[in-house]
């Protein structure tokens, strides 16, 4: 990427972060939901297990890194919904008519969604030491930049969804929501697949997710040089090549 792509990834990314700067109470509120999955979902497991043999060890340990995915799926994959209100006020419009490249739009708005993700994952985080979850901080940077490469790609597709349901906005909604869960269930992300049927252990095999999951979960644990991590890596590139692909096509096709 160029030195002026890069400028325009900032500017974006900086317009679209002053909409958090100037409420920052929208952050706060939305680490509500996290704290909420950690708390009561996190105890269900580790009595579901004994704390022990699906999971490896804590189930703290181990959910804990589906909590940041969950976060970071849910804020990326809605990234279209931002956009839908601006083509809506005609924003949209004004921004393709400056000399901004195509790409720096998705990647400035999706490292918009990421940017609040961060803080809530690192705060996710700390949260959970007291109650045993132990903490490795390179590993975990590690896993935010992972999250960050699958997040541009999740929400470029998003971006692309937005335009081309531009003029039926519910058809948005009802693709991202249905697309959203199963990806999510199907990943591991909140119950383990082991002891699961074998189709849905078949399906999880196609699932990029399974792989960033299974790379969070390593890396969280303090494992670093892992097959899964690789695995995870790769998953996350793909799906931010496929994503700005087809997010920049969408836009061009919108505005031949």
């Not at 790609?153 to 909604?173: H, N």
Request: hydrophobic letters at 55%; aromatic letters at 10%.
């Amino acid at each position: 990427m160029t030195t002026a792509a890069l400028t325009d990834v900032r500017n974006v990314w900086w317009r679209e972060t002053l909409t958090i700067v100037r409420d920052p109470f929208s952050l706060i509120f939305s680490l509500v939901q996290p704290l909420v999955f950690l708390g009561l979902f996190g105890p269900l497991l580790s009595g579901l297990s004994g704390d022990a043999g699906v999971f490896g060890g804590s189930s703290l340990q181990w959910f804990l890194p589906g909590v940041v995915v969950m976060i970071t799926m849910f804020g990326t994959s809605m990234t279209g919904a931002n956009l839908q209100f601006e083509i809506m006020t005609g924003a949209f419009e004004r921004m393709l008519a400056t000399p901004l490249t195509r790409s720096s739009l998705m990647i400035g708005r999706a490292l918009k969604e990421l940017t609040p993700l961060v803080v809530q994952a690192a705060l996710v985080t700390l949260v959970a030491v007291p109650f045993g979850f132990a903490l490795y901080p390179l590993h975990v940077l590690v896993g935010l930049v992972l999250l960050g490469i699958f997040g541009v790609g999740v929400g470029a597709l998003s971006y692309a969804l937005a335009i081309a349901s531009r003029k039926t906005e519910w058809i948005f909604w009802a693709v991202q929501q249905s697309l959203l869960f199963p990806l999510l269930i199907l990943s591991g992300m909140m119950l383990p697949l082991e002891t699961g049927p074998e189709w849905m252990r078949i399906a999880s095999l196609v699932n990029p997710l399974t792989y960033v999951v299974d790379a969070e979960r390593a890396l969280f644990a303090g494992t670093l040089a892992a097959p899964a991590v690789l695995s995870g890596f790769v998953a996350a590139v793909v799906t931010a090549a496929v994503g700005l692909a087809v997010g920049v096509r969408s836009i061009r096709g919108a505005t031949a």
